[in-house]
């Protein structure tokens, strides 16, 4: 079946990096997306990656894709206090229905 | 990237009322989705509003609890009906921009407090 899973919580320290981590089950998922939630607000999304593709670089986020593992990371270089949020990893279903399945999402807490 | 919006952005209603949710899309998009953001939770699928035909609903909900218009290629509306507490959530409209990368963009959401 389908599922995503996160770790819930991360705690750093402002400057360090952040490393976010993910694993979906759907081999033949075609993209999987990061998604950023702040205290109430709705979701923004922040970046994806295309199923054929290992790395997407964009700015301060990294993301990194094994399909072997079926294994997904999104790393913040520079984590500042302001990207302290719930971060959302989610792949497209591979039925028709274009739904996506997101993971319990990662509560990023920055330390100043 | 489409820009959503939404109303109410919160409410506070009794049991056994219903509450209608508007999403507004400043573009023309097929591919419409509402989503359910329970307290402390992860974002679970309603149902699928495309223009022209009927919602599709996920396991779990039903029309009658949810009923769904999607008038035309930029509006729909989420009604819940015969609130309970258990409907207290954040409810999330979002569209699917084809023609490029398969990616959602979401709505600021609508809080729900059922009393």
């Known amino acids: 079946g389908e599922d995503v899973e996160q770790s819930l919580f991360l705690s750093v320290r402002e400057g360090d990096s952040s490393v976010i981590n993910c694993t979906y089950t759907?081999?033949?998922?075609?993209?999987l997306y990061w998604y950023k939630q702040e205290p109430g607000a709705g979701l923004q999304l922040l970046t994806y990656?295309?199923?054929?593709?290992d790395m997407k670089q964009d700015q301060r986020l990294t993301v990194l894709l094994n399909k072997k593992d079926k294994h997904l990371s999104l790393r913040i270089a520079d984590t500042q206090t302001g990207d302290s949020a719930i971060y959302f990893c989610?792949?497209?279903?591979?039925?028709?229905?274009?739904?996506?399945?997101f993971g319990s999402g990662t509560r990023l807490l920055v330390r100043p | 990237s489409a820009v959503i919006s939404q109303k109410p952005s919160r409410d506070i209603c009794q049991r056994g009322t219903s509450l209608t949710i508007q999403c507004q899309v400043d573009?023309?998009?097929?591919?419409m989705f509402w989503y359910r953001q329970q307290p402390g939770q992860s974002l679970t699928l309603i149902a699928t509003?495309?223009?022209?035909?009927?919602?599709?609903?996920e396991s779990g909900f039903v029309i009658d609890k949810f009923p769904i218009s999607r008038p035309n290629l930029t509006f729909s509306t989420l009604t819940v009906s015969n609130m309970s507490p258990e409907d207290s959530s954040i409810y999330l409209c979002?569209?699917?921009?084809?023609?490029?990368?398969?990616?959602?963009?979401f709505g600021p959401g609508t809080r729900l407090t059922v009393l």
């Open positions: 979002s569209v699917e921009e084809q023609g490029g990368p398969d990616t959602q963009y």
């Open positions: 759907d081999s033949s998922s075609t993209y």
């Open positions: 990656i295309f199923s054929n593709m």
């Open positions: 989610a792949e497209k279903s591979k039925d028709s229905s274009y739904k996506l399945i």
């Open positions: 573009s023309q998009v097929t591919m």
């Open positions: 509003a495309n223009q022209g035909s009927e919602a599709t609903y």
